[in-house]
C-alpha cells in the first residue's frame, strides 16, 4: 500500500464499514489496530497468510495532484469463483468531500491499467450497486458493459486492452 500512515489512517477513518459495497474492515479501528491492518495488507498484496478463499490484493490510495488522499482502490490479482460471481477484480472509494471531481474515474482508469500490465488481466470484473448510478456511470465512461444483474446489483466487465 502506498501512503503515509497518519494520512492513510484519517483517509480509511472517512468511510463506514460498508458503503455501497466499498467494504473497510478499518473502520472503528484505532491507531494501533490500524497498523496491525496495515502490515495485514502488505501480506494479503504478496499473497502471505490469505484466509481461506482469499486471493492476492492490493490496496492503494488514489494521491491528487496537490498530494491530497482523495480515495482507495482495491485491485484482486486474480479472481476465484466467488469474486467472478461477486464484487470482482476491483473496487472503489473516494473520500465524500473529493466526490463529484472525476477521481473516481481517473483512479478505476489507473487500476485497470495496472491489471493489465501487471497481472495480465485482459477483463476487469466489477460490481456496482444498483443504487449507485454515480459509479456505473464512472465504469461505463471507461468501456464497462453489464455482464448480468441481481436483485441489487449489476456485474460489469471492462476490457482492459482499451483502457489508455
Known sequence: MVGGPERTYALFDKFPADENGFENPASGMDKAAFGEYMHDLENEAAGIGLKPGWVPATKYILVNDQGEYVGIVNLCHELNDALMEGAGHIGYGIAPEWR????????????????????????????????????????????????????TEYFTRIDTSVTA
Open 100 to 151: 463529484g471531481r472525476g477521481y473516481a474515474t481517473e483512479g478505476l482508469r489507473l487500476l485497470l491499467i495496472k491489471a493489465r500490465d501487471e497481472f495480465d488481466i485482459t477483463e476487469a470484473y466489477l460490481s456496482v450497486h444498483k443504487n449507485n448510478p454515480a459509479s456505473l456511470a464512472v465504469q461505463r465512461h471507461l468501456g464497462a458493459r453489464i455482464d448480468h444483474e441481481s436483485d
